[in-house]
């Protein structure tokens, strides 16, 4: 997905200035027994990133239309829309396996729908000059 005017507005106000760390985090920090890899606490509060069962209920709880739970976005949907941009970019299948953790090239090129201007970029290359194509 691609931010709108309406995010660029709104994220000044959540990194508050800040220069280093996690942006989402926990409202609490991870108990005694817990162990977090140290990239995934914020420097500064000591507060850690959400779980992705945590993140998905958030997201959805934040975008949901007329408050309905499950209307919202769908995280999954979500983090597969950057294989797509990925792919767009030019990163090659392995790379894009590697970054989704699929094991099966045919899950990850579920996910990857090319934009109409990709296509035509690609296609090009077989006539460059030609724009008929």
Same mark, same amino acid.
């Given at each position: 997905m691609i931010a709108g005017a309406g995010t660029a507005r709104l994220l000044p106000r959540l990194i508050k200035g $800040? &220069? $280093?760390g996690r942006v989402f985090v926990t409202h609490r920090k991870p108990g005694p027994g817990k162990v977090i890899a140290p990239r995934d606490v914020c420097p500064d509060t000591g507060l850690v990133r959400p779980s992705y069962g945590q993140a998905r209920a958030l997201l959805d709880a934040h975008t949901a239309i007329g408050g309905v739970p499950g &209307?919202?976005?769908?995280?999954?949907?979500?983090r597969h829309s950057g294989l797509t941009h990925l792919g767009e970019a030019g990163a090659s299948l392995p790379m894009l396996m590697a970054k989704s953790r699929h094991k099966k090239p045919e899950n990850v090129r579920r996910y990857f729908h090319p934009s109409a201007e990709a296509i035509a970029e690609v296609t090009s290359l077989l006539a460059p000059g030609d724009a008929r194509r």
């Amino acid at each position: 997905m691609i931010a709108g005017a309406g995010t660029a507005r709104l994220l000044p106000r959540l990194i508050k200035g $800040r &220069t $280093r760390g996690r942006v989402f985090v926990t409202h609490r920090k991870p108990g005694p027994g817990k162990v977090i890899a140290p990239r995934d606490v914020c420097p500064d509060t000591g507060l850690v990133r959400p779980s992705y069962g945590q993140a998905r209920a958030l997201l959805d709880a934040h975008t949901a239309i007329g408050g309905v739970p499950g &209307t919202g976005w769908d995280l999954h949907e979500y983090r597969h829309s950057g294989l797509t941009h990925l792919g767009e970019a030019g990163a090659s299948l392995p790379m894009l396996m590697a970054k989704s953790r699929h094991k099966k090239p045919e899950n990850v090129r579920r996910y990857f729908h090319p934009s109409a201007e990709a296509i035509a970029e690609v296609t090009s290359l077989l006539a460059p000059g030609d724009a008929r194509r």
